[in-house]
C-alpha cells in the first residue's frame, strides 16, 4: 500500500485566500485523522471521522475550518479565509482494522502570507 | 483533560549507549499509548502500541513498558545508532474518546558517533 497519501505537500497563499489540503487514508482504513502541528502548540487534533462520519470536531479553530468525508477514500479540510496565523504543518492519518495504530502521512506544509 | 509531558525535551548521547524516553499522563483512564518519531520535516511514524490491559511491547532494540496507575510510560533504546536520531512523540487516547489521541510535545533526540 502506498500509505496516507496527501496533497498538496507545500502551499504558499495569501491572506484571504480559500486553501483546501487532501488525504487519501489507507484503503480499508474506517478512522481518518487531521492534524495541525506548530512550535508554539505542538501536536493538535483537529477532526476525527469514523466510517465517513465525523466524530469530534472540537479541534477546529473556528468557523474558517471545514472538513468533510465524502467517501472512504478521500477527505478536504478547507480553510477559508485564511490568515497568517493558520501557517503550519498539516497531517493527515488513519487507521483501522485489527490495528488501532495511525498511519500519518507526509503532511502538507501551509504558509499564509 | 488529558495532559501529556515529555521529559527532556532534547536530549544527546554518544553512540551505543543505552537509553530511556520518558512519557507521563494525568488521567489513568486510557485505551492506549502509542510511542511514534518523527524525522524532520517528516511526518510521524508509529513505533510501538500499548493497549490498557499490556504492560510492555518490543521491537527489536525498542522496548516501550506502561504503567497506568503511576501515569507513565517510557521508551528504552537499546545500543543507539546515529540513524535514532529523531524526536519521539507518545500519544495516549483517552477511554471512551476511541481515536481521539492526545500528544506529547516529544523528546528530540540526537545520537552523535
Known amino acids: 500500500d502506498a500509505g496516507v497519501i496527501q496533497s498538496p505537500r507545500h502551499e504558499v497563499t495569501e491572506m484571504g485566500q480559500e486553501v483546501t489540503l487532501r488525504c487519501k487514508p489507507i484503503s480499508g482504513h474506517n478512522s481518518l485523522f487531521w492534524y495541525r502541528q506548530t512550535m508554539m502548540r505542538g501536536l493538535e487534533l483537529l477532526i476525527y471521522f469514523n466510517n465517513n462520519v465525523p466524530i469530534d470536531d472540537s479541534g477546529m479553530p473556528e468557523d474558517r475550518f471545514s472538513a468533510k468525508m465524502p467517501n472512504a477514500s478521500f477527505s478536504t479540510l478547507k480553510i477559508q479565509p485564511s490568515e497568517p496565523r493558520d501557517s503550519a504543518v498539516y497531517f493527515c492519518a488513519s487507521s483501522g482494522g485489527a490495528s488501532e495504530t495511525q498511519y500519518f502521512g507526509p503532511g502538507t506544509r501551509l504558509l499564509v502570507l | 483533560k488529558q495532559e501529556v509531558t515529555q521529559i527532556p525535551a532534547a536530549l544527546s548521547v554518544p553512540e551505543g549507549e543505552n537509553l530511556v524516553l520518558n512519557c507521563s499522563f494525568t488521567d489513568s483512564a486510557i485505551y492506549n499509548l502509542q510511542w511514534f518519531r518523527q524525522d524532520p520535516g517528516k511526518g510521524l511514524t508509529s513505533l510501538l502500541l500499548i493497549q490498557s490491559s499490556q504492560r510492555e511491547q518490543t521491537s527489536g532494540r525498542l522496548n516501550a513498558s506502561l504503567d497506568k496507575s503511576s501515569g507513565r510510560s517510557t521508551l528504552y533504546i537499546a545500543a543507539s545508532q546515529p540513524g535514532d536520531s529523531a524526536t519521539y512523540l507518545c500519544?495516549?487516547?483517552?477511554?471512551?474518546?476511541?481515536?481521539?489521541?492526545?500528544f506529547g510535545d516529544g523528546t528530540t533526540l540526537t545520537v552523535k558517533p
Open positions: 500519544a495516549v487516547t483517552r477511554l471512551g474518546n476511541a481515536g481521539k489521541s492526545t
